[in-house]
C-alpha cells in the first residue's frame, strides 16, 4: 500500500529546491509584468474584451478537465451579464454554468479578501445548485462524511490513485489550510499559488468539486501575486492542454516525501505556457477592433452589429439566413436584406454551397 504526504510526520510541512526553481519562478515573474504592462497600454473596451475572452475559456476548461463540457455561449452570456457588458442575443446560462462562473469571478474580483470555509462552503454550492452531481445526491456546502478515493478502471480491476485523509480529519486540515493561505508571510506568491492548489487537492475535502475549487484556489492566489483582478491568461486552459502530465505529476506529488520540486517545477512551467497563451487572446482582440474599425464608415442597423459580434466570438456551424434570424430575433426576409447589404458592403461572402444550404461568411476571416 502506497504512502500518502498526508499520512507523513512531517504533514503538512512541505519543502522545496529553492536553487531549481529561482530561475522559472523569475521568468515567469517577467512574463506576468511583460503581460500586464501589455495589456493595460490596450484602451479600456479592449482590456475589457481580452478579460471576457480569457475568463470564457477559463471557465470552459476548468469543467473541460473533470469531463465535462459547457455551452461556450451560455459561459460568455453568464461573465458578460456579471461583469456588466452587453449579452444580447446569447443563449440565458443554465445553473450549473452561472455557479461556476459566480465561483472563479469571486476568487479573482476578490482576490483580496479572506479564504474562509463559509466561502469555499458558498464555492461549493454554487458548483451543484441542486445538490446533485450527476444522478447521485452529495453532501453539499460541507465537508465530506466518508472517505474518499480517486479510483479509476473497470469494476473489480480498479486502481487505486490516491486516497485522502480520513472524514474526521477535515475540519482540523482545512482550518490549518486557510490559516496558511491567508497569512501574508510564506513563499513567493506565484510558488503559494502552486503550493495551494497541491494542498487543497490533497486534502480533497468535498464529495465532488475538489479540483475545480482547488484551481479556482490557485487563480485566486495568482490574481494576489499581480495585485490585478484582471485575468488575461488562462491556466485552466493550459492545464487542460497537459491533462494527463496534470493528473499523473498530482498523483506522483501526494504519493512521494514532502519534498514537492517537481510539482513547483512542473506548475511553473504550465503558468509560463499560460502566459505565452495570452498572445492568442490578445491578437483575437486586436483583430475585431480593426474589424471594427474598418466598418466605421459603413451604414450597420443593430441587428447587423450583433451577428456580426456573434461571428467574431467564434460562431460555430456556418451564417445561414435562419441562424441570423433567430440570433436577430427578425423574419427570414429581414436576415436576408441584412445579410445581402453586408455581402455588397464587401463585408460577408457567399460560400460556394448553393439553394437551401447557402450560407455565409466573413470576408475578414476567409
Known amino acids: 500500500m502506497p504512502v500518502y504526504i498526508h499520512e507523513l510526520p512531517e504533514w503538512p510541512n512541505f519543502s522545496w529546491d529553492s536553487a531549481k526553481l ?133 469494476i473489480g480491476r480498479e486502481h487505486v490513485h490516491f486516497e485522502a485523509p480520513a472524514a474526521a480529519r477535515l475540519r482540523e486540515e482545512t482550518a490549518l489550510f486557510l490559516e496558511w493561505f491567508n497569512a501574508a508571510k510564506g513563499p513567493d506568491p506565484v510558488l503559494k499559488a502552486a503550493l495551494a492548489h497541491l494542498w487543497f487537492v490533497t486534502i480533497h475535502p468535498f464529495d465532488d468539486g475538489n479540483g475545480r475549487i482547488a484551481r479556482a484556489v490557485a487563480d485566486m492566489q495568482l490574481a494576489r501575486s499581480e495585485v490585478t483582478s484582471q485575468r488575461f491568461y488562462s491556466m485552466s486552459a493550459q492545464i487542460q492542454k497537459e491533462r494527463g502530465a496534470y493528473y499523473e505529476i498530482l498523483e506522483g506529488a501526494q504519493q512521494g516525501g514532502m519534498d514537492v520540486t517537481t510539482w513547483m517545477e512542473w506548475f511553473l512551467d504550465c503558468l509560463s505556457q499560460a502566459i505565452e497563451g495570452a498572445k492568442e487572446t490578445l491578437e483575437s482582440v486586436l483583430a475585431k477592433a480593426r474589424f471594427w474599425e474598418s466598418l466605421a464608415r459603413v451604414s450597420l442597423n443593430d441587428r447587423q452589429r450583433l451577428v456580426l459580434s456573434r461571428v467574431l466570438d467564434g460562431f460555430e456551424g456556418n451564417l445561414t439566413t435562419s441562424k441570423w434570424a433567430k440570433i436577430a430575433k427578425s423574419s427570414q426576409d429581414t436576415a436576408l436584406r441584412d445579410i445581402l447589404h453586408l455581402v455588397e458592403a464587401g463585408i460577408l461572402a457567399r460560400n460556394a454551397e448553393g439553394g437551401r444550404s447557402t450560407s455565409y461568411s466573413l470576408t475578414a476571416l476567409r
Open 22 to 154: 529561482a530561475d522559472r519562478l523569475a521568468a515567469v515573474r517577467h512574463q506576468q509584468g511583460r503581460l500586464i504592462g501589455r495589456m493595460e497600454g490596450l484602451g479600456f473596451s479592449l482590456q475589457e474584451e481580452a478579460v471576457l475572452q480569457t475568463l470564457t475559456r477559463d471557465v470552459l476548461k476548468t469543467a473541460q478537465i473533470e469531463g465535462e463540457r459547457l455551452d461556450a455561449e451560455q459561459v460568455r452570456s453568464s461573465l458578460a451579464r456579471r461583469l456588466g457588458m452587453d449579452a444580447g442575443g446569447l443563449k440565458p446560462p443554465d445553473r450549473n454554468v452561472d455557479g461556476l462562473v459566480e465561483m472563479m469571478l469571486d476568487a479573482t474580483r476578490n482576490y483580496d479578501h479572506q479564504l474562509t470555509a463559509d466561502r469555499v462552503f458558498g464555492w461549493h454550492a454554487a458548483l451543484f445548485p441542486t445538490g446533485r452531481s450527476g444522478m447521485h445526491e452529495i453532501n453539499v456546502a460541507a465537508w465530506r462524511k466518508g472517505p474518499m478515493q480517486v479510483v479509476s478502471g473497470r
